[in-house]
């Protein structure tokens, strides 16, 4: 405890939540780790008045932080087959979790969301951020290193040889922080109706070579990008 997973921008990220955020450690030796922020963000509704359901951190004042309410901590359960899973309910009974396999390839991810209200959910675009500052491959303050494919948003070391890579599926915007530094893939939940539940798929996963197409094009015919 007490790392903070940022370099800069750290007043944009006071008081991280633990039960948002998984570290990674690349394959190669001295690799250091990054953290997957899962979810960092959930917003809903349309914009310009769109409301914050959800933040892992203390900045931008969430839907519940202008009522005066506060969201209790939570924890990861392990499983016994090695996968992670978190759930909240928010006070308007919306629930939300997630859950993370980690696999010898990749870290596989989903996120899901009920609506426990009577009204239909609109725009839920969800923010997942993958955190840099313990990779000294990737840590470089800098978003030259960047390649932004929808859905994948990947970047590499200094040299180009080794990457790293995040998808989701229905992603609205990769991008990236130089300031963090960080990395996004961010999804959008199909519309959910009172009683439904939507589901999202995610990965991040590390690459060493430099055909990084042919990876991605890889990924892609494992076939979970495209499916429902």
Wanted: positive net charge.
């Amino acid at each position: 405890g007490g790392r903070h997973p940022r370099v800069g921008f750290r007043d944009g990220a006071i008081r991280p939540h633990r039960e948002s955020k998984i570290s990674l450690f690349p394959p190669w030796k001295e690799g250091g780790y990054v953290v997957v922020d899962v979810p960092e963000a959930i917003w809903s509704g349309p914009r310009p008045s769109r409301e914050l359901l959800y933040l892992a951190h203390t900045h931008v004042p969430t839907k519940w932080d202008k009522q005066g309410i506060s969201l209790e901590p939570l924890e990861w359960t392990r499983h016994t087959d090695g996968t992670y899973s978190v759930a909240r309910t928010l006070p308007n009974q919306v629930k939300f979790g997630a859950r993370v396999q980690p696999t010898a390839n990749a870290l596989q991810m989903e996120l899901w969301i009920t609506n426990g209200t009577d009204k239909t959910l609109t725009g839920l675009v969800v923010q997942n951020c993958v955190m840099l500052k313990s990779a000294p491959d990737f840590n470089q303050l800098t978003t030259e290193n960047n390649l932004l494919s929808s859905p994948f948003a990947a970047r590499h070391n200094p040299a180009g040889n080794r990457w790293l890579i995040t998808a989701w599926q229905h992603c609205v915007r990769p991008w990236g922080n130089s300031i963090c530094p960080c990395l996004h893939s961010d999804p959008q939940f199909p519309d959910c109706k009172p009683g439904e539940t939507q589901r999202l798929k995610g990965w991040v996963s590390f690459y060493e070579g430099t055909n990084i197409e042919k990876e991605f094009e890889r990924i892609r015919q494992l076939g979970w990008i495209n499916k429902p």
